[in-house]
Every structure is written in structure tokens, then in C-alpha cells.
């Protein structure tokens, strides 16, 4: 028997789970006498399984915990994860933002497990960003994404033979590296 908590979702074609857990509670509560409110947040997807066969008389592949670039593609992360901080005063608020993606093998492993094509390492990407309400009508965001100017991963390294050859899937990864923005929301 499988237990769901409230807010999940079960795929039937790739049957895995999404939870999400998110608080907000007076600074006071903690032992400051601090004004605002201090916000946290998990968002979490689990992959419970993921086989491919490719042809009627083709063998299953188990894909789970495996990406890549080439044939099969995508990537079906056992777990990923997005988790953010808050603090907000008044009409202001900043956020941190954490996304995670754990080391996966190669999709190739799956169907050649002897293979040398090396894993992609863990990915985390930090976002960074700052609000304001002016009025009910107006407000202004900036921020920061990828806020330590991370770098996607090799993926498909094999010693030797590619060594990476600087791919990535720019599909799942970061590619543009930091960057500045500035949003202005105006209610007509």
C-alpha cells in the first residue's frame, strides 16, 4: 500500500510523487522582536519508475536516476528539489531560492552497465530576488538568477573518447550563467 500526502500527484506512465510544504510564521515566534514574517518552502518530486522499450521485441530499460543527451534522452532524476526562504516586512520582501538536482548516471548505464561514460554530477542553482508594493496597483521586483554563476555539468564525459566535449542539456541546465532582471506590475 502506498500512502500520498494531500497535494501529490501520481503519474500512471511514470509513477512518482509531488509534495509540496510551505509555512509562514511571525519573526516573533523564533525569539526576535523583529517585525515581518519568515517564509519557508520545499517543493519535491520523487520518481518511483521509469522503463522504456523502444521496440515491441526490445528489452525494458529501468531509466530511473539516469539523463543524457543522446539516445534514450531526458532526464529522470530519482528526486529533485526546490526549496526557498523567505522574509517579508510590510509591503517588502527578498527571497532565496534553492534548486537541486542530485548526480544521475548516463542513460546509456541503463541498457550497458559496464559502460565508461561517467555520471553527471549534482547541480545547484541559487536564485536571489527582492520586492516591493508600492500601492495595490503598483509593485516592482529585481533579482538574480543563478546567482553564484554556476555552471552547467558535462554530460556524456567519456574518459578517452569525448571527455565531455563541453555538452550539456541545456534543456535541464543553466546555460546563459547569471543574469539581472527587473519587473514592474502596474493593475489597470
Not at 47 to 58: C, H, R, V
Amino acid at each position: 500500500m502506498s500512502y500520498y500526502p494531500k497535494g501529490s500527484a501520481v503519474h500512471a506512465e511514470t509513477p512518482g510523487e509531488t509534495t509540496e510544504l510551505g509555512i509562514l510564521l511571525p519573526v516573533q515566534q523564533f525569539g526576535h522582536d523583529l517585525p515581518g514574517s519568515l517564509g519557508f518552502q520545499v517543493s519535491g518530486t520523487w520518481l518511483i519508475s521509469f522503463k522504456q522499450q523502444t521496440a515491441p521485441t526490445a528489452a525494458v530499460v529501468q531509466l530511473d536516476g539516469t539523463g543524457g543527451t543522446g539516445s534514450p534522452t531526458g532526464s529522470y532524476y530519482s528526486y529533485r528539489t526546490l526549496t526557498g526562504v523567505s522574509y517579508a516586512v510590510g509591503p517588502a520582501n527578498v527571497e532565496l531560492q534553492w534548486q537541486h538536482l542530485p548526480t544521475i548516471e548516463n542513460s546509456i548505464q541503463a541498457s550497458q552497465p559496464n559502460t565508461t561514460v561517467r555520471p553527471t554530477r549534482q547541480y545547484n542553482l541559487f536564485n536571489l530576488s527582492a520586492g516591493y508594493e508600492f500601492t495595490q496597483k503598483f509593485s516592482a521586483r529585481v533579482g538574480v538568477d543563478n546567482l553564484f554563476d554556476r555552471q552547467p555539468p558535462l554530460v556524456g564525459a567519456q574518459p578517452g573518447v569525448t571527455d565531455g566535449a563541453g555538452s550539456t542539456n541545456p534543456s535541464i541546465y543553466d546555460v546563459l550563467g547569471r543574469r539581472f532582471y527587473l519587473s514592474v506590475k502596474a493593475k489597470l
